[in-house]
């Protein structure tokens, strides 16, 4: 039952934020799903409102002087920390980041990807009283501005030199962020695999912050950067289920044609991710939580714009902190 309270754990941090018949089987799929990638970034909802304002400082990325000589920082502290302080950081769950300093103007820039709505939103959905879908403010971006804040990184993380680029090569990186930018949109928080074993089969992968620092440092790779060799590591939440069977979508489940008990089932499983307003409320939702994720063994996955439902098995949930190498790593000095 470890793993159970800690998947509780972990809900009961989410809820603090504002925010089967006729399933189709999945043995004919490809597995890990691959992640979806859209031609634009649709506007959000007037309904969607965050808490903390989205990239407030942001600018533009500039363009560097191809002469130019970029310091290139892993950046890594624990999620919330502004409110929790290193509360999370004991449980190593961690938000990450990528920062740069120009040597020809001394200028520090800092570079991440998160939710625009923060992570409840991104997790699970409104129920709307006039609407029959769950209702998502799910998006997740880029945010690029000028100064990298010490404190923060350092007090409770990581503020360490990776690699030493070229302005040539941070121009060509930024066009790569203005195209996965544009393209990747939708935050995912869950992994989703079969067992923990480290060679499980994985049928989701996660689309969060630092999946875009290591689609970043891949980038650079590519680019020609050599990386040095220091010890990486990331926060992983994983779910852990059977294979997952497919639902639809919101007009396949939700629609006139619509399968009318499963947006039941659907709508009834998320109906307890909400913000309790007492105290009696929330601990009537912690029950329902564990009655449909734990003793049920149902959770229902939202992930490309479809429903999928996971058939839940022990250890339920793990949260882990390991450790993904620096591509290209500089192994011997003077290399």
Same mark, same amino acid.
């Given at each position: ?58 600018? =533009? ?11 290139? %920082? ?93 302005? =040539? ?45 290591? +689609?970043?440092?891949?980038?650079? =790779? ?33 629609? =006139? ?9 659907? +709508? ?38 479809? %429903? ?28």
């Amino acid at each position: 039952m470890a793993a159970g309270w800690e998947l509780l754990s972990f809900v009961v941090l989410l809820l603090q934020l504002e925010m089967p018949t006729g399933l189709a089987a999945g043995s004919a799929r490809q597995w890990p799903v691959p992640y979806r990638r859209f031609g634009y970034r649709p506007k959000t909802d007037p309904y969607c409102q965050a808490r903390y304002t989205f990239c407030p400082t942001g600018t =533009a990325i500039p363009v560097m002087s191809d002469k130019d000589v970029l310091e290139v %920082y892993r950046l890594q502290a624990p999620v919330w920390e502004f409110k929790y302080g290193d509360l999370l950081g004991h449980m190593k769950i961690m938000h990450d980041a990528v920062g740069f300093k120009s040597s020809l103007t001394g200028k520090n820039y800092t570079m991440e990807w998160y939710e625009l709505f923060q992570l409840g939103n991104c997790t699970f959905p409104h129920l709307r009283p006039n609407m029959s879908e769950p209702f998502w403010c799910n998006q997740g971006a880029a945010c690029f501005y000028e100064g990298i804040d010490d404190a923060h990184w350092k007090e409770n993380g990581t503020l360490v030199l990776v690699t030493t680029i070229s302005g =040539a090569v941070f121009n060509q990186l930024a066009k790569w962020v203005a195209y996965d930018n544009e393209t990747g949109i939708y935050y995912e928080t869950w992994t989703v695999k079969d067992s923990p074993d480290e060679n499980g089969k994985v049928w989701f992968e996660s689309y969060e912050c630092s999946k875009f620092v290591l +689609r970043t440092y891949q980038k650079l =790779a590519e680019l020609g950067a050599l990386f040095k060799k220091v010890q990486t590591n990331y926060t992983t939440i994983t779910l852990f289920s059977g294979e997952p069977i497919f639902c639809g979508n919101e007009t396949s489940v939700f629609g =006139a044609q619509g399968n009318k008990t499963l947006a039941v089932a659907i +709508r009834d499983f998320y109906s307890p991710f909400k913000p309790s307003h007492s105290v009696k409320e929330f601990f009537i939702n912690f029950l329902h939580i564990v009655n449909k994720v734990i003793l049920s063994r149902q959770f229902y996955l939202f992930y490309n714009v479809e %429903y999928w439902f996971l058939p839940m098995k022990y250890p339920f949930i793990r949260i882990a902190y390991e450790e993904i190498p620096l591509p290209n790593s500089i192994i011997k000095l003077g290399l």
